[in-house]
């Protein structure tokens, strides 16, 4: 529950002017609803004595009628005005929780993010977001205004009719639906929590079977994917039909509620009637706004069935837009130093403590280039990783022009220093478009880097810079894939590159010449790789094995 009191707080605070409107009116809407009611009893129930008494001809119908037609008017706008308030509020408010919530992700630390999957994000962003407007419209806002409904009802009925009516009807409601709900709730919640479970473990099933299809097909396994988004979606639909049939019990709880509470004061009434405490009038009005009073407890069936759905969601979310920020740093102001400087470096394997690389030293000149090379798991991955910031240092330090790499803000950091990793994405769009993403630059800057990774021709053959790739690089070759992205961290003239295995999938001629084509581009760049190739370490002016 302090999940959803802190989504609320957080919805609230985004957009308080309107909630508090809102809430407004759907007090106004509930009040009206009882008091339209309430008269409509109490005025039939007159004109009726006032014609069995001979009196009909002076009863006043007129101003009663006017009422009545006031009330009708007046809550038809009141609901309209605060379902349009309330809407457009929590719309808005998911529409800034969503963003933070895709903020928390972008900013996640990068062992985090490399874990994440496409699927399991989207459902954060979507089913986690859309579950939550369900907290103020269904939840929050209609048991605050039901509340002090009530709370109204009580002192008015007390006056009007009678003190024991007061206490049946308000009493009734409110002691009712917290039996029925927590009853009903107890069912409702964990359908209601494994039925989500069971759409997000469809959705992501299925996302995976379209992405993977065709490794999937290539090995054998499309259709077990298959039977697996099928079996997924079984499972759903048969927590759907129990949760459904939950809320329909719900419904007849709290129909037998609205029974048993208008019965006892329609016997409460006849009772005061008989004995001459209460008149015949006012006592239909207290049975009118007993009927109307039940107004308070539809919301409550919904809530019940997604308290669960939306207990969950909430934790979620408020994990992810509670997450520290990173921290502010002051921009550094770079020493006349070398570009990069390695000093005592030891590095633990991702999630241990076991020793990875021990004692690691070495400088990087401007101009100069250095190839780690080993066995494979050896750690040079690890290590341009940790020169690049991404991985958490045991012990030494890694300094970029003479200040500490944690001293750097993050958006400086990369304008001086860009790490191609060993795999790299290709977001569907043109060749200008996947280029750009590493740094807007002119056509002509965009074909000179090209050509200095031997890929202008194949570029130019197909269309030019408008060519459209798929996703991950569909259209491309895997070695045309891997110069595209070569050219993409060539385009952001950084001063320190850090290059993991970049000829991955070019035969000798063309990662030689695009290796040439590299330097010739960047002539001042102090280059770091992770070599696997001859080629690579050939074009190195110092070698460090590891082992």
Known sequence: MRALWTVFHLIWRDQRRALVRGAVLTVVVLVMGAALLGLSGWFITAAAAAGLAGAGAVFDVFRPSAMVRFLALGRAAARYGERVLTHDATLRALESLRLRVLASRLHAPYGQMIRMRGAQVLNRLTADIDALDGVPLRLVLPVMAGVMTL?????????LVSPAVALWGVGGYLLGAAVVVWRMGAVAVPLSRRAELATQAFRTRLIDMIRGRRDLAVYG?????????????????????????????????????????????LMLGILGVQSGQIAPAFAALGLFAALAMAEVLAPLRRAAS??????????????????????ALPPVCAAQAVPLAVQNLTLHRAGTDQALVRGLSFDLHPGQTLALTGASGVGKSTVLLAVAGLHPLADGQILLQGQPLGLWPEPDLRDRLTLLPQRSALMAGSVAQALTLGNAASDERLWQVLAAVQLDGVIRARGGLDFGIGPRGEG????EARRLVLARAVLRNPQVLVLDEPTEGLDETTAAAALRGLRQVLPDAAILIAAHRAIETAMADRIISLN
């Open 151 to 159: 709370a109204l009802a009580l002192p008015v009925l007390w006056v």
């Open 221 to 265: 396994h499309l259709s077990a994917q298959a039977a697996a988004v099928m079996a997924a979606e079984a499972r759903r639909l048969v927590l759907r039909r129990q949760l459904d049939r939950a809320e329909r019990k719900t419904t007849l709880a709290l129909g037998l509620l609205t029974t048993l509470v208008v019965a006892g004061t």
């Open 306 to 327: 997604d308290l669960g759905r939306m207990a969950d969601a909430a934790r979620r979310v408020v994990r992810d837009v509670t997450a520290p920020p990173p921290m």
């Open 476 to 479: 491309l070759s895997g070695g």
